[in-house]
């Protein structure tokens, strides 16, 4: 039986843990950034957790892609409840490692989000294919591709109000790591003071 | 380095690799399937329809993406001509071609004799027009005629002899997607005799 008391709680990191698992659950269904080509003729709903593409009317996804949203899931799950376990035992001998395992993960997991965003953006880019991470553009297919029809269509990119609060969720986290740090420093300071006092 | 620290280290490095290894195993005999997708694939490969008779056509016409019950837009009734505003207009009922709702915004052509090149004037549909999907719908195109197209219709109806169009610089809005084309054959058409009166 774990016993909670509120003042020994990092309430930094209750919130957090549970941002986490809240943010696992909606981005099952809502995408962390959203790609849309013509009037939905074709999408790209993408997040670390959920993935998929639609063309036509026929949704897909891309097996290699459907494997890192596992991973992502997973590193959302276990983050989260090690978070959350830590929040309400954060002075118990093991409270540091749940920290140490949870406290980075969903910084790392946005910041690997965008960095994979900008990577394929650049590609796509590169390739002659404009694709905005946020606003709209038109994109032009080479008619030479396309049997001497030229083809444009718009294209918006844009992140949805999942990868916000995602972001929200890596910040408490980061928060909680600081919050912990300053209270073992504090309470370290506090009994160093005593000694010396009393010596 | 403490127990729950290596079982905390050893998790991290199993939800890194193990649904990746099983991905690999799964598509160990064709790699590419684990970026392409057979649904990818299906869908640039052919697959069924009907054709404008009605019967399934299961040959190379239509990819997968396709409706299958989708068929060539069709004529429907004869083309009519208002000489008060030179108009003529044909109707055709089309099927939307793939498996969602899709909007032709605009459809905008010249119309040129193939044989000739005799300009004989600009189609339009006069408001966008939404499918459904397995749905079908008239899509009526208004072309205006020059004086030198009347004529030019006039003596091709009379004497019955077929007119092979070109639709020249085409312009279709279909869904958000623009798709423009310098000039497209669609065949020979017959102008009825009564058709101006």
């Known amino acids: 039986v774990i016993d909670v008391q509120a003042k020994e709680i990092n309430w930094f990191a209750l919130v957090g843990g549970t941002l986490i698992l809240v943010v696992l659950v909606i981005s099952i269904y809502f995408p962390w950034w959203q790609l849309i080509i013509g009037e939905n003729l074709a999408t790209v709903n993408a997040s670390p957790v959920n993935t998929n593409f639609g063309m036509l009317g026929v949704p897909f996804t891309i097996p290699l892609i459907w494997a890192l949203n596992i991973v992502g899931t997973l590193i959302f799950l276990t983050s989260g409840i090690a978070m959350l376990v830590y929040s309400v035992t954060p002075t118990k001998s093991y409270s540091k490692e749940l920290l140490s395992f949870s406290y980075k993960k969903p910084l790392l997991a946005v910041i690997g989000f965008v960095v994979s965003l900008l990577i394929i953006t650049y590609v796509a880019g590169s390739l002659g294919f404009g694709v905005p991470i946020m606003g709209s553009t038109s994109i032009n297919l080479p008619s030479n591709l396309i049997m001497g029809v030229s083809v444009s269509a718009s294209i918006s990119g844009s992140f949805q109000l999942a990868f916000l609060l995602a972001i929200v969720a890596a910040a408490l986290c980061i928060t909680a790591r600081i919050y912990d740090g300053r209270r073992k420093f504090g309470k370290e300071s506090f009994a160093a003071s005593s000694e010396s006092n009393q010596s | ?197």
């Not at chain 2, 219709?153 to 798709?179: F, S």
């Open chain 2, 1 to 197: 380095m403490n127990k729950l620290k290596i079982i905390l280290t050893i998790l991290t490095i199993a939800i890194m690799v193990v649904p990746i290894a099983i991905e690999l195993a799964i598509y160990k005999d064709t790699l590419i399937g684990l970026i392409i997708p057979p649904e990818l694939t299906n869908m640039m490969n052919s697959g069924g329809g009907h054709n404008s008779n009605g019967n399934s056509v299961t040959n190379d016409n239509y990819p997968d993406f396709i409706n299958p019950d989708f068929e060539m837009p069709q004529q429907v009734g004869e083309p009519t001509y208002d000489p008060a505003t030179k108009t003529v207009s044909f109707t055709f009922n089309i099927t939307d071609p793939v498996e969602k709702p899709v909007t032709v915004d605009t459809f905008s052509a010249g119309i040129v004799s193939h044989d000739d090149g005799v300009f004989l004037g600009n189609l339009t549909i006069s408001k966008p027009i939404t499918l459904l999907p397995g749905q079908t719908a008239d899509i009526t195109a208004l072309g205006i005629l020059s004086d030198d197209a009347i004529n030019y219709l006039k003596i091709h109806a009379e004497n019955q002899i077929p007119i092979n169009i070109d639709l020249t610089n085409l312009n279709v809005d279909v869904g958000g997607i623009t798709i423009q084309l310098d000039s497209q054959n669609i065949g020979d058409i017959t102008v009825p005799p009564g058709i101006f009166g």
